[in-house]
């Protein structure tokens, strides 16, 4: 149970980074759904390794193939099970950490929780695993689509250089899905200074969700900001978000509490979300990601048996996790927009009558 998300549209990933493949099965997807596998398979590229060099160089295609759940290119409302074969793992590369704990992954704390570890990777805490997360949120923005409602993200900073403008239009286009046209150079020379030094940088993602309709989200313990963050923080290297104006901490009430209009709200800080149920407004919010803790330096830590030691990192890693982690962070939206909405059906009488009428 702890490898699935979600309510009424629920999935449930499996496999392993070095492992044979990966997939997702994905649950609560309607019957009727027109199952686009090419919109599907340009949601994988956009995650994909290997493309280009602001990213780890694994060359993998993540081809997509659908299992189950779809017939004659509809959803037969049962599950749906997708399958990515790894087809370029180098698991010799991690030969010489097979007993080392490496510092800012999940090694430690992976094998004293379970006292075993698969060391190819990180295995099942390796990013990896988030391939079939795109996949599952790729069957959401098709429900998605059919309501009008958009998804659009981009990073906002890197390092320590923060951008000014947000065009989710030129984030499509940039090669690391830059909100600020006038920083992207920038943040490209910060990501390959640090590449080239054998290290990594940290960024920040901002996503944006429009045409949201009121009254999405589960109160007490199911509100959507809430649900928005787990699963934001369920995605590898995220260490915070922020709903709304991140700087709202800031402020005085006065200046933070949206007043409202006929024409509705005059500002948005709230980020889209009161009392946990979506205002109507554009739900926007920010999300924080470490840097790569793989990095090619020399760093002290300790073996399996207590011994302290200094090692290197071989192999091929992202010099910044959250230019890809954006693209997993739209997907966990959509799977979350999409369990919200069906729940939100059953909370009014007239919904079920209009189904069973």
Do not use: C
Not at 64 to 73: A, M, R
């Amino acid at each position: 149970m702890m490898n699935s998300f979600g309510e009424i549209f629920r999935f449930t990933t499996f496999g392993e980074s070095h492992g044979k493949a990966i997939g997702v099965i994905v649950d609560g997807v309607p019957a009727g759904l027109k199952i686009d596998e090419t919109f599907i398979q340009s949601e994988m590229d956009r995650r994909k390794p290997g493309k280009n060099k602001f990213a780890t160089q694994r060359k993998e295609g993540d081809k997509v193939e659908i299992l189950s759940g779809v017939f004659e290119g509809v959803s037969t409302g049962t599950p749906i099970m997708m399958i990515i074969f790894n087809t370029n793992q180098k698991s010799k590369d991690y030969n010489n950490i097979k007993s080392i704990f490496r510092p800012g992954h999940a090694d430690f704390t992976y094998y004293h929780k379970y006292g075993i570890r698969d060391y190819r990777g990180g295995g099942r805490s390796s990013a990896r695993e988030t391939a079939g997360r795109v996949a599952a949120g790729a069957i959401a923005k098709l429900i998605l689509k059919e309501l009008n409602i958009e998804i659009e993200s981009g990073i906002i900073q890197v390092g320590d250089v923060r951008g000014e403008e947000e065009d989710y239009n030129f984030a499509k286009t940039s090669e690391i899905f830059a909100l600020d046209k006038k920083n992207e150079k920038i943040w490209k020379e910060i990501i390959l200074k640090a590449k080239k030094e054998h290290n990594s940088v940290g960024g920040v993602v901002k996503v944006r969700v429009k045409n949201l309709p009121i009254g999405l989200g589960e109160p007490i313990y199911y509100k959507l900001d809430n649900i928005l963050a787990s699963a934001m923080l369920s995605i590898n290297a995220t260490k915070g978000i922020m709903i709304g104006n991140p700087n709202s901490y800031m402020l005085k009430g006065s200046e933070n509490n949206d007043e409202i209009s006929k024409d509705g709200f005059l500002s948005n800080n709230s980020g889209g979300v009161l009392g946990g149920i979506s205002n109507g407004e554009n739900v926007e919010f920010e999300i924080y990601f470490k840097p790569t803790p793989s990095i090619f330096k020399e760093q002290k830590t300790i073996d399996n048996f207590g011994n302290e030691i200094e090692f290197k990192l071989e192999g091929r890693h992202d010099p910044i996790v959250a230019v890809r982690g954006s693209v997993v962070a739209e997907a966990m939206t959509a799977v979350v927009i999409v369990d919200m909405l069906l729940l939100n059906m059953t909370r009014r009488i007239e919904n079920l009558a209009k189904i069973y009428r």
